[in-house]
Structures are given as C-alpha cells and as structure tokens.
C-alpha cells in the first residue's frame, strides 16, 4: 500500500510539475508600409517662424514632448509639418501631406497648392 501512495504521490508531482500547453498564437495585423522616404529640401530646416512667414497661422497644432505638429489645410490638401528641438529653437524635420505623395510622404501638388503656385496636369510646378 505504501508503494502504491508513494507511486500516486509520484504521479501528483509529476503532473504539477508539467507545463502547461501553449496557448495558440494570435496573428498579428501586418504594419503598414512605411511612408516613403524624402523631404522636401526647402522647407526641412525652418523655425516655426520662418514656416509661419511662409505660410501664416497653421489650421491646428499640438505640442508633446517637446515635439510640434502643425497642420495647414488648404482645399482638399492637408499639409503637416513635424517639428523638432534643432540647434536654437524647433525646427522642420518631416513634412506630410494627405494626400500623400508617390515617391515621398508629401505630395507635391499639395505643397504647391499649400504655396499658391499652379501645378501641371503632371504634378510638378509649372514654369
């Protein structure tokens, strides 16, 4: 009989001891594609200052961090510029538009529409 409990007791731990079985894995949603890279040279280094000398008070804006995002919203263009700590004050360090762009994450027909310049059928700034 002591043989017996010994054995269950055996048993008991054994199975306590056993991990349990995984737990299925749930498939994670795919990322989106990051924006493509490029910025728009003439305007990547502005102070908030110069950007509002450009383009005046932007529609809306939000501070965090130290971190800015101003919006300018022009027609059916929505323009973003993010604005991080440079050398003396924020400045520009990515701009986005909505609609965004083919080879950039700004397209270039709304920052000619955000600039007041006409743009060909082609997209780029006519001459």
Avoid: I
Avoid at 55 to 62: A, D, L, V
Avoid at 74 to 87: A, E, H, I, V
Avoid at 99 to 105: E, L, Q, S, V, Y
């Amino acid at each position: 009989m002591r043989r017996l409990a010994a054995g269950f007791t055996l048993l008991l731990l054994a199975a306590c001891a056993t991990p349990p079985p995984p737990q299925p894995v749930q498939p994670k949603l795919p990322l989106p594609p990051p924006p493509p890279l490029g910025e728009p040279a003439d305007l990547v280094g502005l102070s908030g200052p110069q950007l509002q000398a450009l383009f005046g008070k932007p529609s809306f804006t939000r501070k965090e961090a130290g971190a800015e995002m101003w919006r300018y919203d022009k027609g059916s263009c929505r323009t973003f510029f993010f604005l991080y700590p440079g050398t003396a004050a924020n400045e520009v360090r990515h701009v986005e538009t909505v609609p965004r762009g083919r080879d950039m994450a700004a397209d270039a027909n709304c920052l000619a529409l955000l600039r007041g310049t006409p743009t060909s059928p082609a997209g780029a700034p006519s001459s």
